[in-house]
């Protein structure tokens, strides 16, 4: 490995899974795919955290397991100290795992509840063949010892310990074999909040000590905060923002990182945010949606080009087409509620039900708006899409957003992007490599 190879880096790793559960269209030939994890590209330098966190379903512990090459990738390669290793034969990844290891969420679960502590640790050494005989009960003692707990836990079953100390139990089994690099996957998540304070010291100790590399996972920006060197913030199988916990969070800038961090009690004393409630859930990795993923649940989408839209009125219209689009309108009860007996009345509850103003302020955006309600209220949403067409495509819609340095992160968003800012959806300028980046959103 060359002294300025990262320890593990990957480049545009994909991780496509087969839909196992619709048995029909597996039948039919018809195959469906879930993009957990959809061309990411990271590195973590040698005894440095790099903390991954995203709503639940992101792809966070596929990006962990296809990094250890538990899954094969779809697309994409992983470099450990300078090696391709998607390319080992299985003997070589067996030899591998000494030098990777997985902490789980869950001990309880992850730890044979039939074996005793000994048997645990003892596994891991054996699969390697480490020690053996007394230097092997040695070791279990001296690995215990490491991670806080007593050697004469050795001969105890997990029934007989608390969640933290069956957690120190798993970090002293993936410590067995004294590896390079670990992946903890939510390790303090099932804990109790005291007890993940100590489980973060101990990881950071042992970094301290033995110099080891972590993916540290979390769903909890307020976890990784104090562990991590640098957080990477994935959406739907991407990495949408990357940087150390200080560039990252004064202030946040990609608007799913404030969303996140605004969910943190006191994340900052510097920075007072409300809470940013983000609409709907986490859209389908089956089917994401096209340009930015993170357009359906922005609050910061940029308009388009050519019409005047007041920020709210934008946001509303924008959640509005994207429910049209997706043909997500429940109609019916929406009659029902609303008691509508007429055109005019399913006008009024339309707007009313998705904080639409009764007139927009731009008269071409208002006429396409009543066209589309009048085609839903005839009950055609292949006509109430075709009113809508493209007029409320913006950038975020259209193009894709890659990675790009700006003010020490580096954040996949159009607001950052210089050619997006007048809202013009230009094909040409999705092509060729982004221009100087604007330090400043304009909300
Ligand atoms: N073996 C699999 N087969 C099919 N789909 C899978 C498989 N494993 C994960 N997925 C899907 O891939 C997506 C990402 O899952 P993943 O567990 O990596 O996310 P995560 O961010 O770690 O979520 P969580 O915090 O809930 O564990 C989810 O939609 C999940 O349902």
Same mark, same amino acid.
């Given at each position: 490995m060359s002294s300025n190879e990262p320890l593990i880096r990957a480049e545009n790793l994909k991780k496509h899974y087969q839909n196992e559960s619709d048995f029909i269209d597996r039948l039919l030939g018809r195959q469906q795919w879930v993009k957990a994890v959809d061309g990411i590209s990271l590195e973590i330098e040698e005894g440095e955290t790099l903390g991954l966190v995203g709503e639940s379903g992101c792809g966070k512990s596929t990006v962990g397991r296809t990094l250890l090459q538990l899954h094969e990738p779809t697309d994409g390669t992983v470099y450990f100290k300078g090696e391709d290793i998607t390319e080992y034969s299985s003997n070589e990844l067996r030899e591998l795992r000494q030098e990777m290891q997985l902490i789980f969420q869950n001990p309880q679960s992850s @730890?044979?509840?039939? @074996?005793t502590v000994n048997d645990i640790i003892g596994e891991a050494l054996d699969i390697h063949g480490l020690e053996e005989g007394q230097s092997r009960d040695e070791r279990i003692k001296e690995l215990l010892e490491l991670v806080g707990l007593s050697a004469s836990h050795a001969n105890r079953y997990p029934h007989e310990f608390s969640g933290g100390q069956l957690q120190r139990i798993g970090i002293a089994r993936a410590l067995a074999v004294e590896p390079d690099f670990i992946v903890c996957d939510e390790p303090v998540s099932a804990l109790d909040v005291s007890v993940q304070a100590q489980i973060l010291n101990l990881l950071k100790d042992l970094q301290e000590e033995f110099g080891i590399t972590y993916l540290f996972i979390a769903h909890d920006l307020s976890v990784v905060e104090h562990i991590a060197d640098r957080i990477a913030v994935m959406y739907l199988g991407e990495i949408v923002e990357v940087g150390t916990p200080e560039e990252l969070f004064?202030? &946040?800038?990609?608007p799913y990182t404030e969303a996140l961090l605004s969910a943190v009690p006191e994340p900052d004393p510097g920075w007072n945010p409300e809470r940013i409630i983000l609409e709907g859930?986490? &859209?389908s990795p089956l089917d994401p949606p096209s340009g930015c993923k993170f357009h359906t649940r922005c609050p910061k989408v940029i308009p388009p080009a050519d019409l005047e839209f007041e920020q709210e009125e934008w946001r509303a219209v924008r959640s509005f087409a994207t429910r049209v689009e997706s043909g997500d309108l429940p109609l019916g009860s929406l009659r029902e509620e609303y008691d509508v007996s007429d055109a005019s009345e399913f006008d009024e509850a339309i707007r009313e039900e998705h904080d639409i103003p009764a007139r927009l302020s731009d008269p071409e955006a208002e006429e396409i708006l009543s066209e589309t309600i009048q085609a839903l209220e005839q009950g055609s949403f292949e006509r109430a899409n075709d009113a809508i067409g493209d007029a409320f495509e913006t950038p975020c819609t259209v193009h894709e957003p890659e990675l790009q340095q700006v003010e020490g992160t580096e954040i996949a968003c159009h607001l950052y992007d210089s050619r997006y800012q007048d809202g013009s959806v230009d094909e040409s300028a999705a092509s060729g490599q982004p221009t100087a980046a604007v330090s400043e959103s304009d909300d």
């Open positions: @730890l044979n509840p039939r @074996l004064a202030p &946040p800038q990609h859930t986490v &859209p």
